[in-house]
């Protein structure tokens, strides 16, 4: 495979990546009363850092916060809600919604000098924000090992019991600590873990029956990454490790997936490599301690980007892509699905030629699924790309395959688009037009027709919907320094 096709950095080397540095500004009144020192402390403070937790974005360094007569508005969007402000910027942030429409927000705001403070609010079905809350002081970005702090996310259940996760320093190790937030906020803090192989990013996902499962992709010198999953089953005061079995012959290539059901059955998929093979693992522990370990899917070439999505039940659809070169670069994005305990075959959603990348996965509980990633235009390097979704209505049918966003220039492409489903089956995603972000959405009805809005806002988006289809988009806006804004869409 030729270097500059594989858009992923080495751990070792993503640390660097995953802060951008912006010019230093002056400072602003700030947006809250509790935060009278943040004037101060941007007024000293010389590297303003925002970006998602899982996403290697390189924001536009021409980008200037500014006070602008308002946040911006995106079209076919409710009008934006501001969710906090701060001048240094935002080392991450999620949004989780549950069936009921209720959401709470997470982020990791930059203080001065290499420090961050984790905070969460929620929000009303009409995204009226609630009270801000701290989780943490000031704490240190500064570790010693390869792990990344102030990475955070956020997953609340169908009675509004909310989790925030993030990655915190932990004497000479970079730990990963959780607060369970009581639907009336009494919160319980706690380490998922204090040590092992470091994080450089940080997920969470909860069951609508309130279990909850924390996973990243762990520094490992030894490969291009260490799957690590941990479960907190409702009703358990402690977070229980996936202890799978790692084969010296294969080598992790990704950090991977993993999903928690109703009934609190963990499911976490990656892809491996060895001897210029690849396969996809799957590993499956129950609330008894069961754990099953399968390799559903193998190919003669590598396979990269595996995502999966899940049913409320646990059954799961799995994207992956593998390249392979005949007379040309050829990828082939494939799924397969596992339905009460049995894998499909590999199925071919599409090949992109020369070449493209597969990033994301997303479904409902009909089964209906979106997969999304990057197509490229000819060329070495390629001038043009854009977000290619393919959409299954209902397993065993035809996939539907359209380029989401428009085809631009490849100078910005460096991003992760992301892909949400609501539970009509209308597909959202984003996309990268020209220096912003935009947001496209399939019309009623159709599986391929998109409606397209660009998005005046800086930092990737993200997604969160309801039992109503209500969806909230969450992004960061250059206003008052720069300002978590959320908007929704009824689709």
């Given at each position: 495979m030729r270097p500059e096709l594989r858009l992923r950095v080495r751990a070792a080397a993503g640390a660097a990546a995953l802060a951008v540095a912006v010019a230093t500004l002056s400072p602003l009144a700030p947006a809250h009363s509790d935060d009278r020192s943040l004037a101060r402390e941007a007024a000293r403070a010389q590297d303003r850092t925002f970006h998602r937790p899982d996403a290697d974005v390189q924001i536009d360094p021409?980008?200037?916060?500014?006070?602008?007569?308002?946040?911006?508005?995106?079209?076919?969007?409710?009008?934006?809600?501001a969710v906090f402000s701060t001048y240094n910027g935002f080392q991450s942030y999620d949004i989780a919604r549950n069936a009921k429409?209720?959401?709470v927000v997470a982020w990791a705001e930059v203080g001065s000098g290499s420090t961050v403070r984790i905070r969460y609010a929620r929000l009303t079905p009409a995204n009226k924000v609630l009270k801000r809350v701290k989780l943490t002081g000031w704490i240190t970005r500064d570790t010693v090992d390869s792990g990344i702090v102030g990475q955070?996310?956020?997953?609340?259940?169908?009675?509004?019991?909310?989790?925030?996760?993030?990655?915190?320093?932990?004497?000479?190790?970079t730990g990963v600590?959780?607060?369970?937030?009581?639907?009336?906020?009494?919160?319980?803090?706690?380490?998922?873990?204090?040590?092992?192989?470091?994080?450089?990013?940080?997920?969470?996902?909860?069951s609508a029956t309130g279990h909850v499962v924390v996973w990243w992709n762990g520094y490992d010198p030894e490969a291009w990454g260490s799957p690590?999953?941990?479960?907190?089953?409702?009703?358990?005061?402690?977070?229980t490790k996936v202890n799978y079995t790692r084969d010296p012959d294969w080598m992790p290539d990704e950090g991977g997936t993993a999903s928690v059901s109703n009934t609190g059955l963990v499911s976490a998929t990656w892809v491996e490599r060895g001897s210029g093979q690849g396969r996809l693992r799957a590993v499956t522990l129950d609330k008894t301690g069961k754990l099953v370990e399968k390799v559903p899917a193998t190919a003669s070439n590598l396979i990269m980007n595996s995502s999966h999505a899940t049913t409320a039940s646990g059954n799961l659809t799995v994207s992956y892509m593998d390249q392979e070169y005949v007379d040309e670069w050829r990828t082939h994005w494939y799924t397969l699905r596992r339905t009460n305990g049995t894998w499909s075959a590999p199925k071919e959603v599409t090949q992109l030629q020369p070449y493209g990348y597969t990033w994301s996965i997303a479904g409902n509980d009909t089964g209906k699924a979106a997969t999304i990633g990057l197509g490229y235009g000819p060329g070495n390097p390629p001038e043009s790309i854009a977000v290619t979704a393919?959409?299954?209505?209902k397993p065993g049918a035809r996939w539907t395959v359209t380029e989401a966003g428009p085809r631009v220039y490849n100078g910005f492409s460096f991003f992760t688009p992301r892909v949400h489903m609501t539970a009509n089956g209308r597909t959202v995603t984003s996309y990268r037009g020209s220096t912003r972000p935009g947001v496209a959405w399939t019309k009623k009805g159709t599986?391929?027709?998109?409606v397209r809005s660009g998005v005046g806002t800086q930092g990737d988006l993200a997604f969160a919907s309801d039992a109503r289809s209500r969806v909230n988009m969450l992004s960061l806006a250059s206003y008052k320094g720069f300002t978590l804004t959320v908007y929704q869409n009824d689709l």
């Open positions: 021409q980008a200037r916060p500014s006070a602008l007569a308002g946040l911006p508005k995106v079209k076919g969007w409710t009008a934006p809600k429409g209720q959401s955070v996310a956020a997953t609340i259940d169908k009675d509004g019991n909310a989790t925030v996760v993030w990655t915190q320093r932990t004497g000479e190790a600590r959780a607060a369970s937030i009581g639907a009336k906020g009494r919160t319980t803090t706690r380490w998922v873990t204090q040590q092992g192989h470091p994080p450089m990013s940080v997920f969470a996902k909860a690590q999953q941990y479960v907190l089953w409702k009703g358990r005061k402690a977070f393919g959409v299954q209505a599986n391929g027709t998109w």
